[in-house]
């Protein structure tokens, strides 16, 4: 089986939909397409039917819902072809999912359909297909073949040309995790994508003020530039996977068998992690610096994605040790813990994007603003209206 090309998503996403239709109960929906934003391209009204066979091959599974096997009946090629139900949550990912799709490390959609299925509007997502699986399980799978610093250096490299295409046009992904890694074949030159935007968000500042503050006195910086936190928590993942490719096993981790502990949540906000032998023992500063870099506990003080590009053991691959790693080994025999490895991660870039949302909204009483000062010891010393 394929790889997921749609991941699990947090439940309260609201784009679930019921299983995926047989193809001719896809139908156009009466009204006209919508058109996407700053694309200015436009999904397809037609029956998806009319340009794609689709089988009942299960590509990958996810809360939303199954993706499936399809093929261009023009020209026979494969496509995974992501089901969603309409509404604006899912515009919003179909839409920034295809202003980003232009770029080489994130996987490109093809065609959108508006199509209903039992009388509900659903948007259908034609996507390349990711033949070549997960990151990890290819690094898993190798065999007796080393892994290298070198190599997981390149790998960082195009995972970071992902996300530095994303920051430029003003998107943050907030769920670069492993199993949105794909290769796109299982050869030795494949390519590796980014994929799913269910979590995707805009971060220019002009939408900044659609925070429940009500007015800008009581805006506080954080609010003003929310951005460098939902950014960060990219960064904040390209740490987490630079660490599990260089050793094998995540940073953080939780003692209780749960998906995300009070321990595990304590060290993810302390920066409780270490380095340790034997896996670290040969692994350059170069790397163990910036990997200290990326995971700070500051959302603000974490590298920024073009220093993160600019940084010598991102630009300079060549000059990069190839020192064998623990990698492979240690994936391998970790091979039954792995899913809970990922539903850690899942787990931890959810509370984050909670808690960033909850840190840009400052409390009244705590803002520092002199006209608010002001107007409180007024209210405190005027007269109390006398009861009639």
Same mark, same amino acid.
């Given at each position: 089986m394929l790889s997921n090309v749609a991941t699990a998503r947090d439940p309260q996403q609201g784009n679930q939909i019921p299983e995926p239709p047989p193809p001719a109960s896809l139908y156009p929906p009466p009204q006209a397409p919508f058109q996407l934003q700053r694309t200015g391209a436009q999904t397809k009204k037609n029956a998806i039917t009319d340009d794609y066979k689709v089988t009942a091959q299960v590509l990958g599974l996810g809360i939303n819902g199954k993706v499936l096997e399809c093929f261009s009946k023009?020209?026979?090629?494969?496509?995974? @072809?992501?089901? @969603?139900?309409?509404?604006?949550?899912?515009?919003?990912?179909?839409d920034l999912h295809w202003r980003a799709s232009g770029c080489t490390h994130i996987v490109r959609i093809v065609d959108v359909y508006e199509n209903l299925y039992q009388g509900k509007k659903c948007l259908l997502i034609v996507m390349e297909c990711m033949e070549g699986g997960e990151l990890f399980s290819r690094i898993q799978?190798?065999?007796?073949?080393?892994?290298?610093?070198?190599? &997981?250096?390149?790998i960082m490299k195009s995972i970071g040309e992902a996300v530095q295409h994303l920051h430029s046009v003003n998107i943050a992904h907030r769920d670069v995790k492993p199993e949105n890694l794909l290769y796109t074949t299982k050869r030795p030159n494949a390519?590796?994508? #980014?994929?799913d935007f269910g979590f995707a968000k805009e971060t220019t500042s002009f939408n900044s003020l659609a925070t429940p503050c009500y007015?800008?006195? *009581?805006?506080?910086?954080?609010?003003?530039?929310?951005?460098?936190?939902?950014?960060?928590?990219?960064? =904040?993942?390209?740490? $987490?996977?630079?660490?599990? @490719? @260089?050793?094998?096993?995540?940073?953080?981790?939780?003692?209780?068998? #749960? &998906?995300?502990?009070?321990?595990?949540?304590?060290?993810?906000?302390?920066?409780? *992690?270490?380095?340790?032998?034997?896996? =670290?023992?040969? $692994?350059?500063?170069? &790397?163990?610096?910036l990997i200290r870099e990326l995971l700070k506990t500051e959302p603000t003080q974490r590298m920024t994605i073009l220093e993160f590009m600019n940084h010598p053991w991102i630009n300079q691959s060549m000059q990069v040790p190839q020192t064998p790693l623990h990698t492979s080994r240690v994936l391998k025999e970790e091979k039954d813990l792995w899913e809970d490895v990922k539903e850690e991660m899942t787990s931890a870039l959810a509370t984050m994007r909670v808690d960033y949302e909850q840190i840009k909204i400052k409390k009244i009483e705590e803002s520092c603003n002199p006209l608010l000062i002001k107007r409180r010891k007024k209210a405190l010393t005027a007269p109390t209206p006398a009861n009639h």
């Open positions: 023009k020209t026979q090629e494969k496509f995974a @072809l992501k089901m @969603l139900q309409d509404c604006p949550k899912a515009r919003r990912e179909v799978d190798r065999g007796d073949q080393a892994f290298t610093e070198r190599e &997981a250096s390149e390519i590796l994508k #980014l994929t007015t800008p006195y *009581y805006v506080a910086p954080e609010v003003l530039g929310p951005e460098k936190y939902d950014k960060s928590c990219d960064m =904040w993942s390209l740490g $987490v996977i630079m660490y599990i @490719l @260089l050793c094998g096993y995540p940073p953080f981790y939780s003692n209780h068998g #749960l &998906a995300i502990s009070p321990g595990m949540k304590k060290r993810i906000r302390m920066g409780q *992690y270490e380095f340790p032998n034997p896996e =670290w023992s040969e $692994v350059s500063e170069e &790397a163990k610096q």
